[in-house]
């Protein structure tokens, strides 16, 4: 069975990242994506990665939209693309306000209409199709355009249905697992509305082999990543968990999940490798396994061996 590895913006060693992609070709995983946020340029370790490996596939997991051009997303992946022997994904998602205006210094305004703009955009390029322009000047083609599958993150329903409508695959993390057929619907109705099939659902899902990684995957991303999770949350039904969840978790506390909220355990992580069972019976066709940054690269290792397909 398909499995993929993901590696979030927090994870800056160089070398585990390097490493953990030679784990998880050996151990037969399917694809590795590095995400990029305010660390290196995924495209830099990429290109690294694919010197180093022959099989996995490889993509961004995911690259943000305000951070470059389309033009230059397009030439990214058409690079990508020829380097890794066309083993290259590109994966899309909106980011954040802290992303977009505290790093990149551009306007957090309309995620989803920024993203749907620019990765059709990109699409165009890549089809070799002229670049739709907004100057009135005459569009250019990619000198190097390449057949590269379009990946979108999206959680909320607006977005979720534009993956829909332009990607090969819908990309959620911290989506809960309960709440995949009912996004899963938007997914198929946007597509069939389209004329196009319904995108592979390749969630992103953490991997928590310990309950104080565990406490860290969910206090961290509901308290410190801005609001864009705990948002989805609430809104799939599960406010009170979150409540308890940003209840317990003040400054200087070590973080922790309480008891009303483990539910999000279950919902949210793999703890064992059953949870990849149930994930494929809820509707996912490629689940991907999210390291968590900063661990031993040991522990690391051996959560890639628990979980090899």
Same mark, same amino acid.
């Given at each position: 069975? *398909?499995?993929?590895?993901?590696?979030?913006?927090?994870?800056?060693?160089?070398?585990?990242?390097?490493?953990?992609?030679?784990?998880?070709?050996?151990?037969?995983?399917?694809?590795?994506?590095?995400?990029?946020?305010?660390?290196?340029?995924?495209?830099?370790?990429?290109?690294?990665?694919?010197?180093?490996?022959?099989?996995?596939?490889?993509?961004?997991?995911?690259? *943000?939209?305000?951070?470059?051009?389309?033009?230059?997303?397009?030439?990214?992946?058409?690079?990508?693309?020829?380097?890794?022997?066309?083993?290259?994904?590109?994966?899309?998602?909106?980011?954040?306000?802290?992303?977009?205006?505290?790093?990149?210094?551009?306007?957090?305004?309309?995620?989803?209409?920024?993203?749907?703009?620019?990765?059709?955009?990109?699409?165009?390029?890549?089809?070799?199709?002229?670049?739709?322009?907004?100057?009135?000047?005459?569009?250019?083609?990619?000198?190097?355009?390449?057949?590269?599958?379009?990946?979108?993150?999206?959680?909320?329903?607006?977005?979720?249905?534009?993956?829909?409508?332009?990607?090969?695959?819908?990309?959620?993390?911290?989506?809960?697992?309960?709440?995949?057929?009912?996004?899963?619907?938007?997914?198929?109705?946007?597509?069939?509305?389209?004329?196009?099939?319904?995108?592979?659902?390749?969630?992103?899902?953490?991997?928590?082999?310990?309950?104080?990684?565990?406490?860290?995957?969910?206090?961290?991303?509901?308290?410190?990543?801005?609001?864009?999770?705990?948002?989805?949350?609430?809104?799939?039904?599960?406010?009170?968990?979150?409540?308890?969840?940003?209840?317990? *978790?003040?400054?200087?506390?070590?973080? *922790?999940?309480?008891?009303?909220?483990?539910?999000?355990?279950?919902?949210?992580?793999?703890?064992?490798?059953?949870?990849?069972?149930?994930?494929?019976?809820?509707?996912?066709?490629?689940?991907?396994?999210?390291?968590?940054?900063?661990?031993?690269?040991?522990?690391?290792?051996?959560?890639?061996?628990?979980?090899?397909?």
């Amino acid at each position: 069975m *398909n499995v993929a590895v993901g590696v979030t913006p927090m994870e800056t060693r160089r070398e585990v990242v390097l490493r953990l992609a030679d784990v998880a070709e050996d151990l037969g995983y399917s694809a590795f994506t590095v995400a990029e946020g305010w660390g290196y340029d995924a495209g830099v370790l990429l290109a690294e990665i694919a010197t180093r490996t022959s099989r996995i596939e490889l993509g961004t997991g995911v690259l *943000n939209v305000w951070g470059r051009s389309p033009a230059s997303i397009a030439m990214l992946a058409s690079g990508l693309h020829a380097v890794s022997g066309g083993r290259f994904t590109l994966g899309l998602g909106a980011g954040s306000p802290q992303l977009a205006e505290g790093l990149h210094d551009v306007e957090f305004r309309a995620p989803v209409r920024r993203l749907g703009a620019t990765a059709r955009q990109v699409r165009t390029l890549l089809d070799g199709e002229r670049a739709v322009t907004s100057t009135g000047a005459r569009g250019l083609r990619l000198a190097a355009p390449a057949p590269v599958p379009l990946h979108l993150a999206a959680l909320g329903p607006a977005a979720v249905r534009l993956a829909g409508e332009v990607a090969d695959a819908w990309v959620p993390f911290l989506q809960p697992r309960s709440g995949l057929k009912e996004r899963m619907c938007l997914l198929e109705d946007a597509a069939a509305r389209a004329g196009r099939p319904r995108p592979r659902v390749a969630p992103g899902i953490p991997a928590a082999l310990s309950p104080e990684v565990a406490a860290w995957w969910v206090a961290f991303y509901l308290t410190s990543m801005g609001p864009l999770y705990a948002t989805s949350l609430r809104e799939q039904g599960f406010g009170a968990a979150v409540d308890a969840v940003v209840a317990a *978790n003040g400054r200087g506390v070590p973080p *922790n999940v309480p008891a009303a909220a483990r539910v999000l355990v279950d919902e949210l992580l793999l703890s064992r490798r059953e949870d990849l069972d149930r994930w494929r019976a809820a509707g996912a066709d490629l689940p991907a396994l999210v390291l968590p940054p900063g661990r031993p690269l040991d522990e690391l290792e051996s959560t890639l061996a628990a979980f090899r397909p």
